[in-house]
Structures are given as structure tokens and as C-alpha cells.
């Protein structure tokens, strides 16, 4: 299951600093990774990963992809908190939705 989640257009982007110290206060211990094919983020002791959109170090827009087991409950409400901390929200089939 993938949860896709996004600053509105309004908003200025996150930078990678700002969502690693946000995921941080939520108690994760996130890593961060460039591939030649997308950013990462890891969170230690989850299967629970994030595909982010990252250009010079900002972002408005990532996909988080739950691992088996992990789509209610933790991890997902403590991701949703740290990014609806910074203003991020969810989109699904009904539309966009508050995060946190």
C-alpha cells in the first residue's frame, strides 16, 4: 500500500534537514539516501520506506510505501504528524487530506 503525500502548491518546500529533524521528534531514526534513480528515506527497526522528491535538497512531494503490517497504526500516524508538522498533506481518492 503507498501513501502519497505533498505540500500545496502555496507552501514553500521542505528542505531534506527539516524532514529528517521532523521524523526525529516522532522517535525515528531516519536515513536519508540519493540513488541515481530517486531519494530515500529509511526508518530504522520499519520495512516502511519513503520515496521523496528531492531537487537541490528541497521537497514538496513523496510517496510513502508501507511495509507489510505496517500500513495502520505505527509507523503511519507518526509519519503522518511529523510531515502535517510541516504543513504536507495526503491525497487519496477522495481528494487532499489534513496530516497529523
Not at 502555496?10 to 536515513?31: D, G, Q, Y
Not at 540519493?34 to 510517496?63: F, H, M, N, P
Amino acid at each position: 500500500m503507498e501513501t502519497i503525500i505533498r505540500l500545496p502548491d502555496t507552501n514553500t518546500p521542505s528542505t531534506i534537514a527539516e524532514i529528517l529533524a521532523s521524523l526525529r521528534k516522532e522517535h525515528f531514526e531516519p536515513r536519508h539516501e540519493s540513488k541515481a534513480w530517486g531519494d530515500w528515506i529509511y526508518l530504522q527497526s520499519y520495512t516502511t520506506v519513503i520515496s521523496i522528491e528531492c531537487v537541490r535538497g528541497l521537497s514538496s512531494s513523496a510517496t510513502i510505501e508501507h511495509g507489510e503490517g505496517e500500513e495502520e497504526g505505527e509507523p503511519t500516524a507518526s509519519l503522518f504528524r511529523a510531515f502535517g508538522r510541516l504543513g504536507w498533506q495526503g491525497i487519496d481518492d477522495d481528494g487532499e487530506f489534513p496530516l497529523g
